[in-house]
């Protein structure tokens, strides 16, 4: 492990994670297995996240589509959070979620749409301004 990667962790997790209230997936890893819990953060933070084939908002915007569908509310949170971090609008991620209807229906569509007005209501961004 370099100090290379460490520092791409450190700096990725900030970028979007910054100001979650919430238990960060980190956290419970590490309860349970402090060194894999740190391999895993190294990975996903340092490398995957960090990874700059394209831009942290598409990287969001994918995972929101993705926890979406799979219909994964506690992760879904999360990464909304992180995608408003790295600048995703609200209206943005509204229509990716949207856009799920297609492949997952629209109660799925539903769950996250109440999952991401939960994340606006913490970030005091609620309701959303009505566009003329």
Same mark, same amino acid.
């Given at each position: 492990?370099?100090?290379? %990667? /460490? =520092?791409?962790?450190?700096?990725?997790?900030?970028?979007?994670?910054?100001?979650? !209230?919430?238990?960060?997936? #980190?956290?419970?890893?590490?309860?349970?297995?402090?060194?894999?819990?740190?391999?895993?953060? @190294?990975?996903?933070?340092?490398?995957?996240?960090? &990874? =700059?084939?394209?831009? &942290?908002? %598409?990287?969001?915007?994918?995972?929101?589509?993705?926890?979406?569908?799979? =219909?994964?509310?506690?992760?879904?949170?999360?990464? %909304? #959070?992180?995608?408003? $971090?790295?600048?995703?609008?609200?209206?943005?991620?509204?229509?990716?979620?949207?856009?799920?209807?297609? #492949?997952?229906?629209?109660?799925?569509? $539903?769950?996250?749409? !109440?999952?991401?007005?939960?994340? @606006? /209501?913490?970030? $005091?961004?609620?309701?959303?301004? /009505?566009?003329?």
């Amino acid at each position: 492990m370099t100090q290379e %990667i /460490k =520092e791409k962790t450190k700096k990725t997790a900030d970028l979007y994670f910054k100001g979650w !209230k919430g238990e960060r997936p #980190y956290e419970l890893w590490q309860a349970f297995d402090p060194d894999l819990a740190r391999e895993f953060s @190294l990975f996903i933070t340092g490398q995957l996240y960090a &990874h =700059e084939k394209i831009p &942290h908002k %598409i990287r969001q915007l994918t995972t929101i589509a993705a926890l979406t569908v799979l =219909e994964r509310t506690d992760e879904l949170k999360l990464h %909304i #959070y992180a995608g408003l $971090n790295v600048g995703c609008s609200p209206e943005e991620i509204a229509e990716v979620m949207f856009q799920m209807a297609t #492949y997952a229906g629209m109660p799925v569509v $539903n769950s996250a749409l !109440k999952a991401f007005r939960e994340v @606006l /209501k913490e970030r $005091n961004q609620w309701p959303l301004q /009505k566009k003329d």
